[in-house]
C-alpha cells in the first residue's frame, strides 16, 4: 500500500499541474537489480528477469486500477537505463570520486544498505524492516560522499525548500551535520545487476543504479541512449516523492552524486510519512497487510484515493480503518457530492425537463455564494500549489457543503409549487447548484478523477470538453441557459454495510455480526 499511495499522491500533484497547463512529465516504475530481487525470484522459482517482468507488469495493472496516468515508466532493467548508468560512473569516476577498497559491516538485505551500530534496533536488527542484519566483508568500490560533506550542507542551508516538509528536512540536516562517511556503490556477492564498468566481477550497487532512473526514463523510444541528452530532456526534476525511509537516498547520497557528475540537482525531495492499519504497523508475519488491488475491487477507484489523500495529511504518517474509510467516503463523496447532484437534477428533471433556463452567471446575480465559492477555490489552489493535498480536500468538500446549505435554505422543490416569481426563483437555484458541481468536478479531478468525469458529463458536457478543462475553467460562468442535462444517476454509490449471516443461527442480525462492506450501483465512467 505504501506505493501506491506514494503513486496516488504523485498522480494527484501531476494532474492539478497538467491544469495549470503546465508540462509535466511523471515518471515512476520498478527497480529490478540487487540482492533482495534475486532472492525474492529464486523463491518464486523464477529467474531475476522473468520476476521483474512479472512485478512490472503487476504495478502497471494496478496503477491503471487506480486511475494513474503517469508519462513514463522506467525499468532499471532497460539497456538504455544500464548504458546511462555507465557513463554516469565514467564521470563520477574521471572527478576522482570513486575509489577501491575493503568494507566491513552490518547489512540489510531488505535496506541494501550497511547499517552503523549505533541505528540498529535490538539485537543488532534494521529499525525499518526489524531484521537481523548481517555481518559481511567486501572488496568494493566507493563512492567519496564526505567530499561533498560541506556542499551538502550549503544546499541544505541556503534553500530550506530542498527537502520538505521541514521535520525531514531537520533529519536530514542531523545526518549531514553528523559527518558523512563515503559509501560502497558496488557488490561484489551479488550477480544481479549491471557490471562495474571495466570489473564484470563486481555489479553497481542497486541505489548508485536505481536513483538515475529519473534521468533515464527522460528517454523518448528508440532515442539513442546519451546521458547528456537525457540531462537535456528535462533535468532537473521539480519533485522527488518518496517514502520517509529512503529519504537518506535521496537527499543525500543523490545530491553528491549529481555534483559528482556536474548535473544539477532536483529542486525538491519530499518524504511521506508511513501508513498503519488499525493502529499497528502492517506486516505480513502480523497477517494485517493492505492490499490497494483489494480496496480498488471493492470499494473503487476513487474511494481509495479520496479517502488516503484526504484522510493522511500529507508528509505524516497516517492511519487506515474500515470503519473510518467508510465513514468518509460516505458523508464526503456519496452525501456532499453525490447525493447534491443527483437531487438538484432530479429537481431539474421534474421542473424544467433537464434545460438550464438562465446562464450560470445571470442565475448568481446578487448571490454571495458565488463570492464564497470563489474564494474557495483560490483557497484550494494556493493548498495543492503547496502540496496540502488533505487541506485541499477539506476546502472542495466545504464548497459542496455550502451547496447544500444553499438548497436547503432555498427549498426550490417548494418554490416550484408556488409558482410564478417564485418557480423563477428556483430554476435559477437549481442553476447556482449545478455551476457549484461543475466547479468542484474540475477542482477536484487531481483527486477523483473518475467521479469528476461522472459528474461533468452528467452536466451535459462531454468527456473531450472534460479532458481539455484547465484550472481557469472553475471561474463561475461555465453553465448556459439552454444547457441540456442527462439522466440523473448516481454518480457515487454509497457503500453499505450488512451483517455476515453464515455462522448465525437465524436469518435475523444479532448484535455480535460481523460487517462486511459493499458498494452498489456505481455507474462507471
Given at each position: 500500500m505504501g506505493s501506491a499511495y506514494t503513486t496516488i499522491a504523485a498522480d494527484a500533484i501531476?494532474?492539478?499541474?497538467?491544469?495549470?497547463?503546465?508540462?509535466?512529465?511523471?515518471?515512476?516504475?520498478?527497480?529490478?537489480?540487487?540482492?533482495?530481487?534475486?532472492?525474492?525470484?529464486?523463491?518464486?522459482?523464477?529467474?531475476?528477469?522473468?520476476?521483474?517482468?512479472?512485478?512490472?507488469?503487476?504495478?502497471?495493472?494496478?496503477?491503471?486500477?487506480?486511475?494513474?496516468?503517469?508519462?513514463?515508466?522506467?525499468?532499471?532493467?532497460?539497456p538504455r537505463h544500464e548504458a546511462i548508468v555507465n557513463d554516469f560512473y565514467s564521470r563520477v569516476l574521471d572527478s576522482g570520486d570513486i575509489y577501491r577498497a575493503d568494507y566491513e559491516g552490518l547489512y540489510?538485505?531488505?535496506?541494501?544498505?550497511?547499517?552503523?551500530?549505533?541505528?540498529?534496533?535490538?539485537?543488532?536488527?534494521?529499525?525499518v524492516h526489524l531484521k537481523p542484519c548481517v555481518p559481511?566483508?567486501?572488496?568494493?568500490?566507493?563512492?567519496?560522499?564526505?567530499?561533498y560533506q560541506h556542499q551538502l550542507e550549503d544546499l541544505l542551508t541556503k534553500n530550506p525548500n530542498f527537502v520538505r516538509p521541514s521535520h525531514r528536512l531537520n533529519e536530514v540536516q542531523g545526518w549531514v551535520k553528523s559527518g558523512l562517511r563515503d559509501f560502497s556503490i558496488s557488490r561484489a556477492s551479488v550477480e544481479w545487476g549491471i557490471p562495474v564498468p571495466n570489473d564484470t566481477k563486481q555489479t553497481i550497487y542497486v541505489w548508485f543504479d536505481a536513483l538515475l532512473g529519473y534521468i533515464s526514463a527522460l528517454l523518448d523510444d528508440g532515442e539513442k541512449a546519451s546521458l547528456?541528452?537525457?540531462?537535456?530532456?528535462g533535468w532537473p526534476a521539480s519533485l522527488h516523492?518518496?517514502?520517509?525511509?529512503?529519504?537518506r537516498f535521496h537527499a543525500v547520497y543523490w545530491p553528491a552524486m549529481l555534483m559528482s557528475a556536474g548535473i544539477s540537482v532536483p529542486d525538491a525531495v519530499f518524504g511521506h510519512g508511513f501508513l498503519t492499519k488499525d493502529g499497528m504497523k502492517m506486516g505480513k508475519s502480523l497477517g494485517n497487510t493492505l492490499e490497494p488491488k483489494d480496496l480498488v475491487n471493492r470499494f473503487g477507484a476513487d474511494a481509495v484515493r479520496y479517502f488516503f489523500l484526504r484522510e493522511?495529511?500529507?508528509g505524516n504518517d497516517g492511519d487506515y480503518s474500515e470503519e473510518?474509510?467508510?465513514?468518509?467516503?460516505?458523508?464526503?463523496?456519496?452525501?456532499?457530492?453525490?447525493?447534491?447532484?443527483?437531487?438538484?437534477?432530479?429537481?431539474?428533471?421534474?421542473?424544467c425537463k433537464s434545460t438550464l433556463a438562465f446562464d450560470s452567471i445571470a442565475a448568481a446575480d446578487g448571490i454571495s455564494l458565488k463570492d464564497n465559492i470563489e474564494n474557495l477555490v483560490d483557497k484550494a489552489k494556493g493548498q495543492f500549489e503547496n502540496l496540502l493535498l488533505s487541506s485541499a480536500c477539506e476546502t472542495l468538500m466545504e464548497i459542496g457543503n455550502l451547496g447544500n446549505l444553499y438548497i436547503d435554505e432555498q427549498a426550490p422543490w417548494s418554490c416550484f409549487k408556488q409558482g410564478g416569481e417564485s418557480a423563477e426563483k428556483a430554476a435559477k437555484d437549481l442553476v447556482i447548484i449545478l455551476e457549484t458541481m461543475r466547479i468542484i468536478a474540475i477542482a477536484l479531478s487531481p483527486i477523483t478523477p473518475s467521479l469528476s468525469l461522472r459528474i461533468y458529463t452528467q452536466l451535459g458536457f462531454t468527456e473531450d470538453q472534460f479532458r481539455t478543462l484547465r484550472w481557469e475553467d472553475t471561474k463561475w460562468g461555465g453553465l448556459k441557459a439552454g444547457q441540456v442535462m442527462m439522466e440523473p444517476k448516481p454518480v457515487f454509490a454509497r457503500i453499505e454495510t450488512e451483517t455476515d449471516e453464515k455462522d448465525q443461527p437465524s436469518s435475523k442480525a444479532t448484535k455480535g455480526g460481523k460487517k462486511k462492506a459493499k458498494s452498489h450501483g456505481l455507474v462507471e465512467a
Open positions: 501531476a494532474r492539478f499541474q497538467r491544469l495549470l497547463d503546465k508540462r509535466v512529465v511523471f515518471i515512476t516504475g520498478t527497480d529490478e537489480h540487487g540482492e533482495k530481487i534475486a532472492t525474492s525470484a529464486e523463491a518464486c522459482g523464477r529467474n531475476p528477469k522473468d520476476h521483474c517482468d512479472t512485478i512490472s507488469n503487476s504495478y502497471k495493472m494496478l496503477w491503471d486500477d487506480l486511475d494513474i496516468e503517469y508519462d513514463k515508466f522506467i525499468r532499471t532493467t532497460d540489510c538485505v531488505s535496506c541494501e544498505e550497511y547499517k552503523d551500530e549505533k541505528e540498529l534496533a535490538e539485537n543488532k536488527c534494521c529499525p559481511r566483508k567486501e572488496d568494493n568500490y566507493f563512492f567519496a560522499l564526505s567530499k547528456q541528452q537525457a540531462v537535456e530532456r516523492l518518496i517514502g520517509k525511509d529512503i529519504l493522511v495529511e500529507f473510518r474509510f467508510i465513514n468518509i467516503v460516505n458523508a464526503h463523496l456519496a452525501n456532499t457530492i453525490g447525493n447534491l447532484l443527483n437531487r438538484t437534477l432530479g429537481l431539474l428533471k421534474k421542473n
